[in-house]
């Protein structure tokens, strides 16, 4: 049976708990670390965000149906020069082109967009290029007619002629329904291998500046000292 003075012998033989230490306080960082930090992170921001806003906005007109196109030429003065940016609609049929749109397309024989307003619409025979003399022919029905199409008949507002050739409208890639003025310089210098490297190289070498900085902080921060039991008996820990 155990007794009252065998509990107290075995309470007796615990070992005194050892005293709580405080954590130390950790040194305030230097205001001259604050302010690299600030720094840094200003840069991957600022980076980030100008790279993501040079992908969202042309992006954002995409899904709507629309897409951008850079002037480099004033042949539209006043209305918009080289260095504006025009928004163009995709037409579906000729019968949305009107006189007076402005519309971007490829001339006949030219790789190139031009961007003029149109002053006519016209009904031409179509052409296609006749294979043993190499000069553009009509193309005839079956019972020899031209077959017709429909052209436009172009103009820039600082030209004080027409263009020298009708368009089909086949080549038409769509109608201006806006324009931004000195939105071009920036697309073009955000799409370019320049501007690439301008917007990700600082952020992305202040990112590694600040995973350096904190790999070197936690090697500097001292270790948690353990604490050791001292001498707690096994008994001492099961009466606790």
Do not use: C
């Given at each position: 049976?155990?007794?009252?003075?065998?509990?107290?012998?075995?309470?007796?033989?615990?070992?005194?708990?050892?005293?709580?230490?405080?954590?130390?306080?950790?040194?305030?960082?230097?205001?001259?670390r604050?302010?690299?930090?600030?720094?840094?992170?200003?840069?991957?921001?600022?980076?980030?965000?100008?790279?993501?806003?040079?992908?969202?906005?042309p992006?954002?007109?995409?899904?709507?149906?629309?897409?951008?196109?850079?002037?480099?030429?004033?042949?539209?003065?006043?209305?918009?020069?080289?260095?504006?940016?025009?928004?163009?609609?995709?037409?579906?049929?000729?019968?949305?082109?009107?006189?007076?749109?402005?519309?971007?397309?490829?001339?006949?024989?030219?790789?190139?967009?031009?961007?003029?307003?149109?002053?006519?619409?016209?009904?031409?025979?179509?052409?296609?290029?006749?294979t043993?003399?190499?000069?553009?022919?009509?193309?005839?029905?079956?019972?020899?007619?031209?077959?017709?199409?429909?052209?436009?008949?172009?103009?820039?507002?600082?030209?004080?002629?027409?263009?020298?050739n009708?368009?089909?409208?086949?080549?038409?890639?769509g109608?201006?329904?806006?324009?931004?003025?000195?939105?071009?310089?920036?697309?073009?210098?955000?799409?370019?291998?320049r501007?690439?490297?301008?917007?990700?190289?600082?952020?992305?070498?202040?990112?590694?500046?600040?995973?350096?900085?904190?790999?070197?902080?936690?090697?500097?921060?001292?270790?948690?000292?353990?604490?050791?039991?001292?001498?707690?008996?096994?008994?001492?820990?099961?009466?606790?």
């Amino acid at each position: 049976m155990v007794t009252a003075e065998d509990i107290a012998r075995l309470v007796d033989r615990r070992a005194p708990r050892p005293p709580v230490r405080s954590t130390p306080a950790r040194p305030r960082r230097p205001w001259w670390r604050i302010a690299v930090g600030a720094l840094l992170w200003t840069v991957v921001a600022v980076g980030g965000l100008a790279y993501a806003t040079s992908l969202a906005v042309p992006l954002w007109y995409q899904v709507h149906g629309q897409r951008l196109l850079v002037v480099t030429s004033g042949s539209m003065a006043p209305r918009f020069v080289a260095g504006d940016v025009v928004v163009l609609r995709t037409i579906a049929d000729a019968s949305e082109l009107k006189v007076d749109q402005v519309v971007t397309f490829r001339p006949v024989g030219s790789d190139s967009l031009v961007t003029h307003r149109i002053v006519e619409l016209r009904q031409l025979p179509a052409l296609q290029e006749d294979t043993a003399s190499g000069r553009m022919v009509p193309v005839l029905d079956g019972s020899g007619n031209p077959i017709l199409q429909p052209y436009i008949v172009t103009r820039g507002d600082a030209n004080s002629t027409p263009d020298p050739n009708a368009t089909p409208v086949s080549r038409v890639r769509g109608v201006v329904i806006g324009w931004h003025h000195h939105w071009g310089t920036v697309l073009a210098w955000t799409g370019s291998p320049r501007g690439r490297a301008t917007m990700l190289v600082p952020p992305l070498l202040a990112l590694g500046a600040l995973e350096l900085a904190a790999l070197v902080r936690d090697r500097r921060r001292p270790a948690p000292v353990r604490q050791p039991a001292e001498g707690r008996s096994f008994d001492a820990l099961l009466l606790d």
